[in-house]
């Protein structure tokens, strides 16, 4: 089964404010971990943050700690990322992922991992 992902993006001045959706179609989340990533060209997919469905176990990268919030609906088939006090370097393209595992910060925030991959968003945060 493919992730068909659906993530929302935009442009926002630098202090603001977006949230991205992943939603499951054709594919359960259960048991999995999402994972949220970016990339800005000739840059690596960096891992922005992470929540295993069933527990409910998040984790965050240095640089968006404190300013972005992962979490799950009740019926655990979608995954929101909450972006808060936007800086023009978060600007990137925005993906989500899925892989048929868990695992500790180290693991779960990078990229080779993860199996099932969304469409990109473009978020464009402006100064």
């Known amino acids: 089964l493919m992730c068909s992902c659906r993530v929302g993006g935009g442009f926002v001045q630098a202090g603001g404010s977006l949230r991205l959706s992943c939603a499951a179609t054709?594919?359960?989340?259960?048991?999995?971990?999402i994972g949220w990533f970016r990339q800005v060209p000739g840059k690596e997919r960096e891992g922005v943050s992470s929540?295993?469905?069933?527990?409910?176990?998040?984790y965050y990268s240095d640089s968006v700690k404190g300013r972005f919030t992962i979490s799950t609906n009740s019926a655990r088939d979608t995954v929101n990322l909450e972006m808060n006090g936007l800086k023009p370097e978060d600007t990137a393209v925005y993906y989500c992922?899925?892989?048929?595992?868990?695992?500790?910060?180290?693991?779960?925030?990078?990229?080779?991992?993860?199996?099932?991959w969304g469409k990109g968003a473009l978020v464009t945060v402006s100064s």
């Open positions: 054709g594919f359960y989340f259960d048991d999995r971990t």
């Open positions: 929540i295993s469905i069933p527990y409910g176990r998040t």
């Open positions: 992922a899925a892989f048929d595992g868990f695992g500790s910060a180290g693991r779960v925030l990078g990229a080779d991992v993860y199996n099932y």
